[in-house]
């Protein structure tokens, strides 16, 4: 089985550029994450999906970030513009159902981002 | 908002020797998760123990929970190096439809 997918693994921006990441999750996930990881920190969530509807984006800087999962499979993140503080990893992942009843959250490898 | 507090937030062994890692909480939860992510990669699922759960083993993994502390713990007998990562607690609150992350316990095995 493939695990989720993402792209790409390393990006340097300079701060007030925009970025994009794509992620592809298991195929038959209904349920997509994004988590932002800032060094020595645990996974913060941003954005989660159910198909193509949106659970929770409570933490999602909406005046900056947002995110798209057209067709209920593979999703972008994009962020404009970009500030220093964004510099972290940006982590998917993809369950078969909702969070919250003890779903398998797959991760995929992550994107590292870098706003200098 | 990170839930979980991990404890210790760093932790240094002999190959052979056990590591115990804490997970406090605050609010009521469904259950409770923990992963494992080595260095610059994403994060690996590696149990789940239910609010009405207080024990549960797999493998060299032994987890604990106790709701009315609003504690977890975790325990890897007979470390190996390649259990050198960071560790997560994972809690799905009750009332709501997401799982918040703590901030993990670096583990470092010594060959």
């Known amino acids: 089985e493939a695990g989720v997918a993402q792209s790409p693994r390393y990006k340097i921006i300079e701060k007030r550029q925009s970025v994009a990441f794509w992620c592809n999750p298991i195929?038959?996930?209904?349920?997509l994450y994004w988590y932002q990881q800032i060094l020595g920190q645990g996974p913060k969530l941003l954005i989660q999906f159910q198909n193509n509807g949106v659970v929770d984006d409570s933490q999602l800087p909406k005046d900056r970030f947002s995110a798209e999962r057209l067709k209920g499979v593979d999703s972008t993140l994009k962020i404009q513009p970009a500030k220093l503080e964004d510099s972290a990893v940006y982590l998917c992942?993809?369950?078969?159902?909702?969070?919250?009843?003890?779903?398998?959250?797959?991760f995929g490898p992550g994107t590292r981002l870098l706003v200098l | 908002s990170q839930q979980g507090e991990e404890d210790p937030q760093a932790l240094s062994i002999q190959e052979g020797e056990n590591a115990t890692m804490n997970c406090s909480y605050k609010t009521s939860i469904n259950n409770l998760q923990w992963y494992r992510q080595n260095s610059g990669r994403g994060l690996v699922h590696l149990i789940l123990i239910r609010s009405n759960e207080r024990e549960k083993h797999s493998g060299r993994l032994r987890v604990t929970l106790d709701t009315s502390k609003k504690s977890s713990s975790l325990l890897i007998t007979a470390s190996r190096a390649a259990d050198t990562a960071s560790y997560f607690c994972?809690?799905?609150?009750?009332?709501?439809?997401?799982?918040?992350f703590g901030i993990g316990t670096k583990l470092q095995v010594i060959p």
């Open positions: 195929s038959g996930h209904a349920t």
């Open positions: 994972a809690t799905d609150e009750v009332g709501y439809q997401k799982v918040t």
């Open positions: 992942a993809s369950s078969l159902g909702l969070a919250g009843r003890g779903e398998t959250q797959y």
